[in-house]
């Protein structure tokens, strides 16, 4: 099961930076923090991990607290094309990626 | 390099008939999961199989469905007398290793809609 919690719904206009926080108080020493994201009906796409330090790729920048009950995703420059379900996941080696029902991102002209 | 197949996209049953929905994973993975997504809810773990061998069939429904993922060919995910409740969009991902970094490539989807 999920052990994340995350906002439903959420609005960021075009250019801004959209930060959508998760919560994962219960997380385990040996779990990371993965986010995909799914586009309209698409297959999820994966967007970033990271087990305690805080991450950035081409795509996104993940913020975990440090005392690791929560994270913040960051799209620096949210276009339309980001409109999407955003899934918060905790995982762990030798387990399953558990979905929940994410956050759904509407990008605002 | 190819993503993550998946075949058919579209499916139409009538109720009592069987569906068949196949998954190439991208080269090189040998590790395949099958997800279902019911309307407007999120995605939920079915099983995880490598080549010849099931390795967690626990989001599997005990009757009807079953999974493979042959020494060659696609992995196949097999319902039998479908039912109403069995619409939905199967999604496939792959990985290279388990073990890795976790990252899963998804397919695009089946969609699966009983008469």
């Known amino acids: 099961d999920a052990k994340t919690t995350q906002p439903t719904s959420m609005d960021c206009a075009e250019g801004r930076a959209a930060n959508l926080p998760c919560n994962h108080s219960t997380i385990s020493g040996n779990e990371y923090v993965y986010w995909y994201r799914q586009i309209h009906s698409q297959g999820p796409q994966y967007i970033i991990h990271g087990l305690k330090n805080n991450e950035t790729n081409e795509m996104a920048s993940l913020i975990i607290t440090e005392d690791r009950k929560s994270s913040t995703l960051i799209l620096p420059h949210a276009t339309l094309r980001d409109t999407a379900v955003y899934y918060c996941i905790v995982y762990a080696t030798g387990n399953q990626f558990y979905f929940g029902t994410g956050t759904s991102l509407t990008v605002i002209p | 390099n190819a993503g993550v197949m998946q075949n058919p996209r579209h499916l139409v049953r009538r109720r009592g008939q069987e569906a068949r929905l196949r998954c190439s994973p991208m080269?090189?993975?040998?590790?395949v999961y099958w997800y279902r997504q019911l309307p407007e809810e999120g995605l939920k773990f079915m099983v995880y199989?490598?080549?010849?061998?099931?390795?967690?069939e626990s989001g599997m429904p005990k009757e009807r469905f079953s999974a493979e993922f042959p020494k060659e060919g696609p992995s196949i995910l097999r319902i039998q007398q479908v039912v109403r409740g069995d619409s939905a969009a199967y999604f496939c991902?792959?990985?290279?290793?388990?073990?890795?970094?976790?990252?899963?490539?998804f397919g695009e989807g089946s969609r699966l809609t009983v008469l």
């Open positions: 199989l490598q080549k010849e061998n099931i390795i967690d």
């Open positions: 991902a792959s990985s290279l290793q388990f073990r890795n970094t976790g990252e899963l490539f």
């Open positions: 080269k090189g993975h040998s590790h």
